[in-house]
């Protein structure tokens, strides 16, 4: 009996689970790491039960604004200004074409980091500091107060409006060494940081979980906005009055 009553409240969860995404509305956003860590993915189960699928592509903000453009998505999102994102794009190449159309919100803030391994002694990094790791001038560990073993950098391809802003407010001017550990994500530049003593990598503050630490360093605040084509439809309305309201609690600061 007490099986049967075991197996009877599985199915009942299993059936109001699948009953709440069988009737949800679908809502597909493309994003840069900022608000894919911070801001969406910790909103999308909760948003199951206002009726709201919410499908998140971690693409970037370059290839979120593209699939706007061409329809892909309903909304991109990025830890960017709506100019520097602008700029951004016509930087790489791919300048939009009608930014005028174009309707945004700011839907949270964000601080980008510096992570690094556990073992790593580092416990702070100055401007000049992180200046000299990342355009390759420092080599060593040994060199900012570390062991004597190589400095490896883990770079981000879909991080660019990480990248963006660190290049803005740290580098001045200073180019990125091309000797990285080219990746993915911010999830994925964790991951390669919490794998390697050496290494060394940027990301959204939510990014960090208790695998890699945040070395002390020069604060890096930036907005976090959503974009749509004109005026949000109903159902992307629906996500940014959850994130104005009851969102709040999930949304990670």
Same mark, same amino acid.
């Given at each position: 009996m007490k099986r049967l009553i075991? &197996? +009877?409240?599985?199915t009942a969860l299993?059936?109001? &689970?699948?009953s709440l995404v069988a009737f949800a509305e679908d809502v597909k956003i493309g994003a840069g790491a900022a608000p894919s860590e911070n801001v969406l993915k910790p909103i999308a189960q909760p948003l199951l039960k206002e009726g709201i699928?919410?499908?998140v592509?971690?693409? #970037?903000?370059?290839?979120? $604004? $593209?699939?706007?453009?061409? %329809?892909?998505?309903?909304?991109a999102a990025a830890g960017l200004t +709506? /100019?520097?994102?602008l700029n951004l794009m016509k930087k790489e190449g791919h300048e939009v074409k009608d930014p005028a159309s174009l309707q945004w919100t700011m839907i949270g803030k964000d601080k980008i980091v510096a992570l690094v391994n556990k073992e790593n002694p580092v416990a702070k990094l100055s401007k000049e500091q992180l200046q000299g790791i990342f355009s390759g001038?420092?080599?060593?560990?040994?060199?900012? #107060? %570390?062991?004597d073993v190589p400095v490896l950098i883990v770079w981000g391809k879909? &991080?660019?409006?990480?990248?963006? $802003? +660190?290049?803005?407010?740290? $580098?001045? %001017?200073?180019?990125?060494?091309?000797?990285?550990?080219?990746?993915?994500?911010?999830?994925?530049?964790? /991951?390669?940081?919490?794998?390697?003593?050496?290494?060394i990598g940027i990301g959204p503050l939510a990014v960090l979980d208790g695998t890699v630490k945040q070395v002390e360093s020069p604060e890096i605040g930036r907005d976090i906005i959503l974009v749509t084509k004109g005026k949000p439809s109903a159902k992307v309305q629906k996500v940014l009055d959850f994130i104005k309201g009851e969102g709040q609690k999930y949304i990670k600061k």
């Open positions: 075991a &197996t +009877f409240a599985l299993c059936t109001a &689970t699948f699928s919410l499908y592509s971690s693409s #970037g903000p370059k290839n979120a $604004m $593209m699939d706007l453009e061409r %329809g892909v998505v309903d909304a +709506f /100019q520097d994102w001038k420092v080599d060593s560990w040994k060199e900012v #107060g %570390g062991a879909l &991080t660019s409006g990480t990248n963006s $802003m +660190f290049a803005n407010k740290i $580098m001045d %001017g200073k180019e990125v060494t091309k000797e990285v550990i080219e990746t993915m994500t911010a999830e994925d530049i964790r /991951q390669n940081v919490a794998s390697n003593p050496s290494a």
